[in-house]
């Protein structure tokens, strides 16, 4: 069995994250991206840190506090990642308001979209504030007198605050000195000020300095000394004991409202909060100068992800496009199951539509021929125009079995209300199996066809998520190849059912048969290359962490197997290091879209097998979760699958970022007018016209 590398050939996870959000953060430092997309990408980095911070950042917290010495596979213990850790989100963060005050403001106010400051207020917009603030916002709001009958509240995860020095009485004669006012969530963080006091055509200004500007209205009588701004990030990883659980949806449901106040793990506040302020803040969160976090600007950016989309300058932003159809659909037949026997149907998002995934689950919904519907949910979001069709087939009296992973991160609230929906039309849901998340992207129609039962398959490598089938790159594939449609036929027996796992036919599943094929199909290509044959593997995931994986990829490329590996987050395998990984390279590539889909290639003697998967080469992946890798088997859509989701990621010279030995990443160099894959896709293969 393949051994662990050395714990200094691999790359400590939570630091990988950094480095990929560090990625992030470079496309909105980059001239070539729309100002409005850059805006964008400045609360795409803040929200990928918010995350961090929730899952990541806490766990890390945790271990610190059980004083745990335990060494991950990198060698490092907790308080060792959580000290760099530290070092380096201080400073990405400070490069990101740099970013967002001194380039994107100004840029943006020079194309006439303005974020007026107070100091900037013309006397028509002070008035229109002031009607805001007293009709708009005073009403909802709670100012909390810091005093032994009013203590710290319960400040929400990740909420807009404001921490107030106070001086005076009030009306009782109490005089704390110090105030909490809460801002409601329900409110915008950024507002668009009306075009008739607007001064220029897109006039905002942030909820937070229209409160600043009023704030003494909410204490009478007494003198406000400074009002700031600040933003707690908590532990939002869920506790669910596996061994008590009786009914997972009722515990789950009781767990979710306690997301909002776990413990506090970064306090961020604005950059005028006084020293003896923030002491007083980091002293009621418990957390210490590292988990600082001062900033000149919004403590929330995230919240202006929604600026862009207000604005109606297409000349700011990335050039829209119409998402295109294979061209087996591209021809409008209306019987999608007859497509389907005539061949495969290879889709790849977001270039091409979604809309042929909801259509066959629209059809399967109205067919009178159609018996039963088997569908995995990951994230499927609130509004499921899929969902709301799986619905009505359980309603029409089809057998509708749908398996919803009810510990989907933050889409758990969402999961819950589409199982009870589904449940209560007549549909038979199940929560997968308990300790492994079913991740798998699978959706069975069973029909009967001339007397006889047919099944058609749709596997994927992405979410059943429509809005987010816009933005991220996946491939989907629509058979009704037996042998596949079986073995999907039999996953779905092992969640719903009991019993041992059996042999597939084609599909690689994990926690079974995943892991020891991908490692069997890398030594395959390393006892080829060992005989002098030409060997080859090239693999795209999300992520690469799990260590025998990585330590049978060191030793294929001692023996001379040619290695890229197209990794778009955290990769803990070192490339290039002379005679360990000198045929190993690995690149980044970060874009318009997300990249998201999995692609597996091993040359197998010149055979090209193609495999397709839910799964990224990481441990729960592998052993925790229930997740599908299917082969291409079809050879046009596997020269589609070359030639689309390989070939031109492996040709990147504008959005290609390259590992170095020591971990970093150094963006591609650029060959003449330069290459994007994903420009070069939507050229491909988006609508015409």
């Not at 669910?240 to 970064?266: M, S, Y």
Request: charged share 25%; net charge neutral; proline share 5%.
């Amino acid at each position: 069995m393949t051994q662990s590398p050395p714990s200094e050939l691999l790359i400590n996870r939570e630091l990988g994250i950094l480095e990929f959000n560090r990625r992030v953060l470079a496309q909105a430092e980059d001239p070539a991206t729309p100002m409005l997309e850059r805006l964008r990408f400045l609360c795409i980095f803040s929200s990928n840190m918010d995350e961090f911070f929730e899952i990541r950042a806490s766990g890390l917290k945790e271990q610190i506090k059980l004083n745990s010495q335990h060494t991950g596979p990198d060698g490092l213990t907790a308080r060792q990642v959580f000290k760099q850790m530290a070092k380096v989100s201080h400073a990405m963060v400070a490069r990101q308001y740099e970013l967002f005050n001194n380039e994107v403001l100004p840029a943006l106010a020079a194309h006439g979209i303005r974020f007026h400051k107070r100091t900037e207020w013309t006397p028509e917009q002070e008035e229109w504030i002031r009607d805001y603030f007293y009709n708009d916002l005073m009403p909802v709001l709670t100012p909390i007198g810091l005093d032994p009958s009013h203590p710290f509240p319960n400040v929400l995860n990740k909420s807009l605050n404001f921490a107030v020095e106070l001086s005076g009485k009030d009306a009782f004669g109490r005089s704390s000195g110090k105030a909490v006012v809460q801002a409601p969530r329900s409110l915008p963080r950024v507002i668009q000020l009306p075009a008739e006091v607007a001064s220029c055509e897109y006039s905002f200004v942030f909820l937070s300095s229209i409160l600043h500007a009023h704030v003494g209205a909410l204490f009478s009588g007494m003198t406000v000394e400074g009002c700031y701004q600040f933003r707690v990030t908590r532990n939002s990883d869920l506790f669910i004991d596996e061994e008590e659980n009786k009914n997972l949806r009722e515990q789950l449901q009781g767990e979710l409202p306690h997301r909002h106040f776990g413990n506090a793990v970064r306090l961020e506040v604005a950059d005028n909060c006084s020293e003896p302020m923030k002491e007083f803040l980091l002293k009621q969160f418990h957390l210490t100068r590292d988990d600082l976090y001062q900033v000149r600007g919004p403590v929330n950016l995230v919240r202006m992800m929604n600026v862009p989309d207000k604005v109606d300058r297409p000349d700011l932003k990335f050039t829209p496009f119409v998402q295109g159809l294979p061209a087996a659909l591209a021809a409008g037949e209306d019987d999608l199951f007859a497509v389907i026997s005539r061949g495969d149907i290879l889709l790849h998002h977001p270039f091409q539509s979604f809309q042929p995934v909801i259509d066959y689950i629209r059809q399967a919904a109205e067919d009178p021929n159609v018996l039963a519907i088997k569908q995995t949910v990951y994230r499927t979001g609130t509004d499921s125009e899929l969902m709301r069709h799986l619905i009505t087939a359980a309603q029409r009296g089809k057998e509708v079995t749908v398996v919803v992973e009810l510990l989907a991160r933050f889409d758990e609230e969402a999961n819950i209300n589409w199982a009870e929906k589904l449940e209560a039309a007549g549909a038979h849901v199940v929560y997968g199996v308990v300790g492994h998340k079913t991740h798998a992207k699978m959706a069975l129609v069973v029909r009967r066809e001339n007397g006889r039962i047919k099944r058609y398959a749709h596997l994927g490598t992405g979410n059943y998520h429509a809005r987010t089938a816009r933005l991220y790159t996946d491939f989907g594939l629509l058979t009704c190849k037996p042998e596949i449609c079986e073995d999907v036929h039999d996953v779905f027996m092992q969640i719903t059912g009991l019993g041992n796992a059996g042999e597939h036919n084609h599909l690689w599943q994990s926690p079974f048969s995943l892991h020891p094929n991908v490692i069997r199909a890398i030594e395959n290509e390393t006892a080829r290359a060992r005989n002098g044959e030409k060997a080859r593997i090239v693999a795209k995931m999300n992520a690469l962490l799990e260590p025998r994986v990585i330590a049978a990829l060191y030793e294929a490329s001692q023996a001379g197997v040619e290695i890229d590996l197209i990794i778009r987050a955290v990769c803990a395998l070192r490339a290039g290091i002379p005679g360990i990984s000198e045929n190993i390279r690995v690149r980044s590539v970060i874009g318009r879209f997300l990249e998201h889909h999995r692609v597996f290639y091993f040359w197998n003697g010149g055979q090209e097998d193609i495999y397709l998967s839910s799964a990224d080469w990481m441990d729960r992946n592998f052993f925790r979760r229930i997740e599908t890798c299917f082969p291409v088997l079809d050879e046009k859509l596997k020269k589609r699958v070359i030639n689309e989701g390989i070939t031109p990621y492996l040709k990147d010279s504008l959005q290609a970022w390259e590992m170095q030995p020591d971990g970093s990443y150094r963006k591609r160099p650029r060959r003449g007018r330069g290459f994007s894959a994903q420009a070069y896709l939507l050229r491909l293969l988006a609508a015409k016209g």
